[in-house]
């Protein structure tokens, strides 16, 4: 809330909205129960008034006083007592003339009642007013006073003054203002507490802040590249974002997920499960209408109390793509960072060779050097003839050459270009990691040797790569080509599955030959249209 160019915190602001209903509350109840108690405190002392002046009237000393039978004293005796018991500031008897037979002054007695309001009470009804005496202003109540046989023989008048009236009128009003007080502490105090208790329940933020956040969460949720869909703790769905959308419409789900039972939606994802005992489900496969998504689910927790799920998922195909591009960049980093490293060696010889002058061991090292960079990248270029494979391989001879392997590019047959470049790029990920096993598999072997080699004929595809390795056991053959399994150790495995899927993916097949101690040979065969068939 602002407040001209001030801004208050929402603590404040609550605490201030709180006060001000509490006072004007409070402010209505002091106008209504005033009145009301002002009123009754006046109604009541009116009441005690007539009700002395009624008992008075039918008193045997005033009645009797009256008629002459009572001594002439025994009327003021009786109204002084009365007076004196009742608190009041006077009781008058008179007669039907008007004239005084008591009176809290001796000398009015028998002199005319003033104020003018009796007439009424000598006519035999009972008022009450409010009027000036000799006493000052006075609320008075007044009594007539009937004989034995029913006739009126005086009346009786009974006085509380005004001041009286309103000193019980301000005594009920410090109750109401003692009451308004603690009524006002009490809710400030609630108010403070209530604002202090919204303030914990919104984290400490203010409402700016918070909008401020569910924009950018929501924009945030709404561009991300994985669709997220979101359950309450009764397994309805409270949120899905743009890309869950689209993924759900690809997977012929059309109809609006919100506000529906999550497994009665899409029971796949088994989300209620993990609502029911806060396992998180991670990289779930999920395939609906052809279409497989790599599903995780996990609970979320307020206070360490399950309040729902989220599932996060992306279509696996997606995924996948991602995954082969980023090995086949691997795969082209690491042949650059070989070529590079041979090249600084070279360089070193070269410059150790001129500082010592010895140019005729710099001419003949040269000479080896060009001759075998020479033979190698003519073999290469000779039977490869698919420039994407003819620099891969470039790159991986420096590469097997620093791990003093020795690689053999067989001359019986040779690679065309292809015609797709997906396939050059699979074929990569497929070649590459069958040479980087076959270089882990000659490590400790004394002539380490490794053969490549591509044969084409009638739009299929035959690439070999043998080792004369240490050779693979009948118990590993049967699971290599499981992602994560692998006999090197932990963080490995990932290799012979990806060219498994690869050449899955290509519609091909590959097998392997092993012999312990001799060596392994893969042997992969695949769909392959060159470019020049194709043309």
Known sequence: MKIGKMRLRLQTTITLMICLIVALVLLIVYVMFGMRVTGQAQKSLENKAITIARTVSRTPVVINGLRGEERSGGIQDFATEISS??????????????????????????????????????????????????????????????????????????????????TAVKQNQWIIYSGMLVGALMGFAGAVLLARKIKRMMFGMEPGEIAKLLEERSAMLQSTKEGILAVDKESRITLVNAEARRLMGSVGMSQDPVDRQVEQFWPLLRMEKVLDNGEPLQDMEVEQSGITLLVNVVPVRVNGIIEGAIATFRDKTEVSLLMERLSGISLYAEALRAQTHEFMNKLHVIMGLTNMRSYDRLEEYLTDIVQNIQTEADAVVRLVKDPVMVGFLLGKLSRIREADVRLVILEDGGLPESADHEVSRELVTIAGNLLDNAVEAVQGTGNKQIEL?????????????????????????????????????????????????????????IHYESLPGEGTEFTVQLPYIAKSDDN
């Open 453 to 509: 080699g591509f044969r084409h004929e009638d739009s299929l595809l035959t690439l070999k790569v043998r080792d004369n390795g240490a050779g693979i056991s009948g118990k590993s053959g049967e699971r290599m080509y499981e992602q994560g399994y692998s006999t090197k150790g932990k963080d490995r495995g990932i290799g012979l599955y990806l060219v498994s899927r690869s050449v899955a993916k290509l519609g091909g097949t």
């Open 85 to 166: 018991i009742n608190n009041v500031q006077f009781v008058v008897v008179m007669d039907m003339e008007g004239i005084r037979h008591s009176h809290p002054d001796l000398e009015m007695i028998g002199k005319h009642f003033m104020g003018g309001d009796e007439t009424d009470a000598l006519h035999g009804k009972e008022t009450i007013s409010v009027a000036q005496g000799s006493l000052g202003y006075s609320v008075r109540a007044f009594s007539p006073v009937f004989g034995p046989e029913g006739e009126q023989i005086g009346a009786v008048a009974v006085g509380i003054s005004l001041g009286s009236v309103r």
